[in-house]
């Protein structure tokens, strides 16, 4: 029998009907209220998603082929553009950046997703690794573009290691945005932590005779 004879969906599908935004909206949103009701992703079938959501399930399964999918749009969805840098000075690029860390921490969204999204989307690697190269990999590498500068400048020493010097200037905001949820991330925290850790990596006698 001719599955499109029976299935209206399916054979919109195979007109090629324009695929919904406003439906994939009320998808991830679907998904984002539930999480934040407490429900884990096991307990997130594509079969409660597209219920809770008003849509078919084919409606769901075309946009995504499981759950995995499904989760890492969710993350794609709470993700603001990295801020455009000035590049005049290295310590207010730092501000910047990690302003934007905590202005995405103070989102409780975020964060209780987060949480509860990215344990799911690490165990599979070809996800975790898609996440990172369209989301993360581009702040990442902003950050290591201003250390860069700070180094050609004189500003930060150069005897260690690039990515653990960008480690330190992050870390903190995002143990308190992430694994901390109770701790505050009040107005001049990104001040603190970049005038800190610049105090850290600023080339010393020490390190300019090592280097």
Known sequence: MNRTA????????????????AADTAIIEAV????EEG???????????????GVGKATVYRRWPGKSALMLDVMRSLEARCPKLDGDSVR??????????????????NSAVLRTVVSHVKAQP?????????????????????LRRGRESGEIRTDHDIEAIADLFVGPMLARAILHEWKELPEGLAEDIVDMVLDGVRPTARAEVAG
Not at 6 to 21: H, I, L, T, V
Not at 137 to 146: G, I, Q, S
């Open 39 to 53: 429900a884990s992703i096991a307990e997130l079938s594509m079969e409660r998603i597209a219920r809770e959501a």
């Open 92 to 109: 207010d690029d730092l501000v910047a950046l990690l302003e934007f860390l905590r202005l995405g921490g103070l989102a409780k969204r």
């Open 32 to 35: 984002l209220r539930m999480i």
């Open 126 to 146: 070809a996800l975790w690794a898609e996440y990172h190269d369209t989301v993360i990999r581009d702040r990442h590498e902003a950050l290591l573009a201003v």
């Open 6 to 21: 029976g299935d209206p969906e399916a054979a919109c599908e195979r007109r090629g009907r324009p695929r919904s935004a």
